[in-house]
């Protein structure tokens, strides 16, 4: 396929190489450093508090952990020297929330604080609102908190009914509704509350502090799980907001949540992959100590297949976030040097990779419910007892797929922004791709089963094939094929899990400074996500076809996919055996 400069979503269109990706074996070592304090706060300050924490008997309980935080600097990490912060990179960012997923649900109260509670501000408020809050924000002096969701306003955000109006002296907005499942609602000192003006079609979108006149609060919410994170509504009755309150100009708040959202996305993905490595690590631990039949379970190849296939789905996120948040940084990097403002394009940089944040929000989180589970089972009837700490995990891990946007519209947005940059932007271009779409088949001919290279490139070419003939046939009403664009959706994704896996384990073998037995396991398991991805594309992609086409164009279809998707020659459950092996020499996840 062709080899060109990346954009957001054009891995689908054309040939990555392994030396234009960021690999975690990269990382500096100040970047280890800081995720290794992240962690040792989690284990000192938080693990010892976690029954206490849930319990919320403690109001003043997780505001004093985030000031702790705040005190070692682990809340300004994203926020400029001049207001407080570090101004680190975006991937050292998304780095520090892996670890922090450690946290359980102290994770999502750090998580909303540094993320969707403080970067409005950052790249949208002006100097004087930098100013005053991101100091206070950085050290924890103050703690955020971010209003969209209303009672009949969840996914469709821009419906929601909070109206603000200017009062008689033109100082002050009046601010009237309300606001649920708010996280960290319950002790923030400030919120970045979204409202129409007026009649407005748009939200805007304004800085509320707790201390205004008509904000009140209602009670904390009794939830499944993350119960140790505060969740409350918060009510707005004539809430006086100063006018230089709003946040960039009127009308302007739908893209802020938007854009917000698209960060808030990315970093569950490595939230979501910190979660899992610790789930992981605890049922390492418990498989080697029990035994049946005089024998620890972690012999036994059921649970060697459970441990190796959860190293893999492991493996695939940690790979595709740290890819996809270094290309972020390197846009931001071309957008600076070719004069945009910074704060313009760190948006900017992380809406151009929408497709790739929406990919791997969905995937990440099913996948953490995927290690959960198979952690739990492991565990017996011990993992269904609260003693455990999996329990705890099991019921924290649910709420990945709903916020942030649920799996459901990311599913569809994601593919949708994928046609969006290759028919309206024209930056993606696959009908140019198909044009080789002959060339593909032919070297698909029975034989010897493809390298990863091929098979990758003929994974993308099937599901090029698909994708446009479906556009083809419904236009601008694909949108409302719901089923269509999921499934369309899941064979992106596993297509851009395994090309990640897979340019990791070749650029460690190109660098030659990892150990060869290690590097080995890497190369196998890459072989083996490239498989199951043929596996997933082919089923996908047989689903959305079956929902569009007829006759012979089904027919056709139908024969290239399934000539495309051929998997390679490899024995899955051998390579999943030998990774057991590193699994339990590293105690968990072996990366």
């Not at 689908?12 to 234009?20: F, V």
């Not at 450093?33 to 919320?56: C, N």
């Not at 593919?415 to 309206?424: E, P, Q, T, W």
Request: hydrophobic fraction near 40%; proline fraction near 3%.
């Amino acid at each position: 396929m062709t080899q060109r400069t990346l954009t957001g979503g054009d891995f689908i269109a054309c040939t990555t190489r392994p030396e234009q990706v960021f690999i975690p074996e990269e990382w500096t070592e100040e970047q280890r450093m800081i995720a290794k304090a992240t962690e040792d706060f989690i284990v000192a300050e938080i693990h010892p508090r976690l029954e206490e924490i849930d319990s919320m008997k403690d109001p003043n309980l997780v505001p004093s952990l985030l000031e702790k935080a705040g005190e070692l600097g682990l809340l300004g990490t994203s926020i400029p020297e001049q207001y407080g912060g570090f101004g680190m990179d975006f991937n050292t960012s998304m780095l520090i929330a892996e670890r922090s997923a450690m946290g359980f649900s102290f994770g999502t109260t750090f998580g909303a604080h540094t993320g969707i509670g403080t970067l409005p501000i950052l790249y949208y408020g002006n100097e004087e609102q930098k100013q005053k809050y991101l100091p206070k924000l950085a050290t924890g002096q103050w703690k955020a908190s971010y209003c969209l969701t209303e009672p009949t306003a969840g996914s469709d955000a821009n419906s929601g009914k909070t109206k603000a109006v200017l009062d008689p002296d033109g100082t002050h907005y009046l601010i009237n509704g309300q606001k649920m499942w708010i996280t960290n609602g319950g002790f923030a000192d400030l919120y970045i509350v979204f409202a129409k003006v007026d009649d407005d079609e748009n939200l805007s979108a304004f800085i509320v502090e707790r201390t205004y006149e008509g904000l009140s609060l209602g009670a904390e919410e009794k939830k499944l799980g993350i119960k140790g994170s505060s969740t409350v509504q918060v009510f707005f009755n004539n809430c006086k907001v100063p006018k230089e309150n709003m946040l960039s100009e009127r009308g302007n708040g739908f893209k802020i949540a938007l854009n917000i959202l698209n960060i808030g996305r990315i970093k569950l993905a490595t939230a979501a992959c910190g979660g899992a490595k610790m789930a992981m690590m605890g049922a390492v631990l418990y498989a080697r100590e029990r035994k049946q039949f005089n024998t620890a379970i972690i012999d036994f190849g059921a649970i060697r297949h459970k441990l190796g296939q959860m190293a893999l789905e492991i493996y695939n996120i940690e790979s595709a976030s740290y890819r996809a948040g270094q290309c972020i940084d390197q846009t931001y990097d071309q957008m600076v040097q070719s004069g945009m403002d910074p704060n313009r394009a760190k948006l900017k940089s992380v809406e151009e990779y929408s497709v790739e944040c929406a990919l791997l929000k969905v995937y990440a989180s099913e996948v953490l419910d995927y290690v959960v589970d198979e952690v739990l089972q492991i565990h017996g009837g011990m993992g269904f007892s609260a003693e455990l700490p999996i329990e705890r995990g099991y019921r924290d891990a649910r709420i990945t797929r709903i916020y942030e946007g649920t799996n459901e519209i990311n599913r569809m947005l994601g593919v949708g922004m994928l046609f969006k940059k290759a028919f309206k932007d024209k930056t993606v271009d696959m009908k140019g791709e198909l044009s080789k779409l002959p060339l593909m088949l032919l070297s698909a001919l029975p034989g010897s089963a493809p390298a990863e290279d091929l098979l990758l490139a003929r994974l993308k070419m099937a599901y090029i094939l698909v994708a446009l003939k479906a556009a083809q046939k419904f236009q601008l009403k694909l949108q409302e094929e719901q089923e269509i664009l999921m499934d369309l959706s899941d064979a992106l994704a596993a297509i851009y899990m395994a090309e990640s896996a897979w340019l990791r384990s070749q650029k460690v073998r190109q660098k030659g400074t990892m150990a060869a037995p290690k590097a080995d396991a890497m190369q196998q398991l890459a072989r083996l996500s490239c498989h199951e991805a043929a596996i997933q594309v082919a089923k996908s992609l047989n689903a959305a076809i079956a929902a569009h086409a007829e006759g012979t164009d089904l027919r056709f279809q139908r024969w290239a996919v399934r000539m495309l998707t051929r998997p390679n020659a490899i024995n899955p459950k051998a390579i999943r055996r030998k990774l057991v092996d590193h699994i339990n020499e590293e105690n968990g996840y072996p990366f």
